[in-house]
Every structure is written in C-alpha cells, then in structure tokens.
C-alpha cells in the first residue's frame, strides 16, 4: 500500500499545535522529530542508528512527519494542513518555517525503517518502555510497558511524557484512582495502573487515540483495571480521582484549571505537562485563579510539568 508522508518544519513550542492539525484531518498519528532534544555523549550507544540528516537539523526546526493514505480528498487534506500551520501564530505561538512538504512512501518499506530507532528506554525511577520485538530482562522493581509506536503515536520518550510518568511514580499509591485526560496512546494509564492504581479512567477526544489505547491497554494486560473513553472529562466523568494526569499544551490546562477542582479527592493532586518553558507562568495563575496551590514544577529541555493540589482551608 502507498502513503503520502507529510513533513512540517516547525518551531518545538508548536509541536503539539502542528501535531493536533494533522490529528484533525484524520492522520492516525505523529512522528516528532526535534533535534534540540538530542543528546549526545562518545558513550551514547544510540549514535549510529541516528540518521545523519536528523544530526545535521540538530539546534534547527524541528520536524512533525504524518502518513495519509492515498485517497480522492488528499489533495484538500493537505491544504487544509498548509491552511492551518498558516494560521498557528494567531494562537500566540511561534510556527518556526511552517514549511509542508510530502512525499510517497511504501508501507513495508516504513514498517522496517523506523524500527532501528525505537530501544528499550528506562524514562523513571521504575518505568522501562519497550517495544515488542526488543527483548529485555528487568531488574528487580522494574515496570515494563510495551508500547509499539508504529505509524499512529510517540514512544513515550519525549520529556513531556517522561515529566508525567516520573510524577506519577512519585503520587501513584496503591488502590488509587487515576484520571488520564487525553491519553493520546495509554502510555500513562498503563503506567498508572501498574504503579499501584485500583482504577484508571483514559479520556480522550479522538477516535484513533481511543482505539490505540485501548488496543495497547490489552497488550500489557491492565484491561481490569483502565478504561479508556472518548469524550471530555466534564461529560464522561461523574466521580473523583486521588491523581488527575494530563499531558496536552498550555492552552487546554489553562481552560482545564476551572473544572480539575470539582474532579479531585481531597489532598488529590493534578499533574500537568505538555507546557512550553515560555507558558509555565501563564499556567501557573490559571492554577492558582482556580484554587489550585503549586506543589513543583519540574523542567526538561524545553518542557515543564507542575503539580499542583487543591488549597486547603
């Protein structure tokens, strides 16, 4: 089968801007590429399997790639795409080049290549994320979550993620209950329910991070304990929850901030990332406007995460 890659240079603070625009036009996932988040040392036994073009963009624009299948509307879809990369700085955000390119590409070609570049990865204390075909022994207290990316989500290495799940390492106990709001692949509501959580309750909008949720929640066999929805947390939600986990963008935290109170037990906690350096203190008045009192803000790279409780009397 042939597919259309669609490639967006993009500045990292539009990442999940850029990302939501291909969503919307009904791509089954991402591929990020940011090179400001590559680390290399002379021990980094990831080195040689990094393409050289990906080392040449280091410090530039970073790339979101998306694959469409060849279809009569395609020529509509990528302009709505070219559209609406037009239109990111009305939103106060910085669109780098906005440059969308395509190009063909052969499904077993892709199936084979991207491979190389997905390893086990240790993002917590605790949490290894694996792929499937990669083996590897745990250490004793180790969790492993096997999560195959494919063409649909991220591996869960990107420092937003790896933000959320150290925090819930840290806020997770046993018989909690765990709210994950847009849970995009179910990463964090695998993470959450083997961490000790008794119930775990995934929300998100789209249809395809429905379904790959629930298909990655089977595969690491936590369906007793997480249920994944689709819809809004104020519409499919009527209980409350020890820790409330949402990795999004500024933007949505700070619409979310009004209502996470009503969905939190007492000294319950809400974990927040997806924030761009830039929009930590825009969140942080959002939070505290709406009776939300800062625990930490924890930063890598250009990402920030911050915890927060309900204030107290």
């Known amino acids: 089968m042939k597919w259309i890659e669609v490639k967006i240079k993009t500045s990292t603070e539009a990442i999940e801007a850029v990302a939501n625009i291909l969503y919307e036009v009904g791509v089954g996932g991402v591929v990020i590429e940011d090179p400001n988040d590559l680390i290399f040392t002379e021990e980094s036994a990831i080195w040689d399997d990094i393409e050289e073009s990906v080392l040449e963009q280091k410090y530039g624009e970073a790339i979101v790639k998306a694959y469409l299948p060849e279809s009569e509307d395609l020529l509509d879809r990528i302009e709505l795409i070219k559209e609406n990369v037009e239109r990111i700085p009305l939103y106060d955000l910085d669109k780098g080049s906005g440059e969308v390119t395509t190009s063909e590409v052969f499904e077993e070609d892709w199936e084979n290549s991207w491979k190389k570049y997905y390893k086990p990865k240790k993002v917590g204390k605790k949490i290894v994320v694996k792929p499937s075909w990669e083996s590897y022994t745990a250490a004793e207290e180790e969790i492993i979550i096997e999560l195959d990316p494919g063409m649909a989500f991220g591996t869960g290495t990107h420092e937003t993620t790896m933000l959320c799940l150290q925090n819930l390492e840290k806020y997770v106990q046993t018989d909690s209950t765990v709210f994950d709001i847009g849970c995009g692949s179910g990463i964090l509501s695998i993470a959450a329910a083997k961490l000790g959580a008794s119930k775990v309750i995934g929300i998100d909008i789209d249809d395809v991070a429905v379904m790959t949720s629930q298909k990655n929640v089977l595969e690491n066999h936590v369906e007793d304990i997480v249920e994944i929805k689709k819809g809004n947390l104020m519409d499919v939600v009527d209980e409350k929850a020890d820790v409330i986990v949402s990795n999004i963008i500024a933007e949505i935290i700070i619409e979310m901030a009004a209502d996470v109170t009503y969905f939190l037990k ?19 008045r959002a939070l505290e406007e709406n009776g939300l009192q800062t625990v930490i803000v924890d930063k890598m790279g250009e990402w920030a995460s911050i915890v927060s409780r309900v204030k107290g009397e």
Request: aromatic letters at 6%; a negative charge; glycine letters at 10%.
């Open 266 to 284: 007492e000294d319950g906690v809400f974990i927040a990332s997806g924030i761009i350096l830039e929009k930590v203190d825009p969140v942080l």
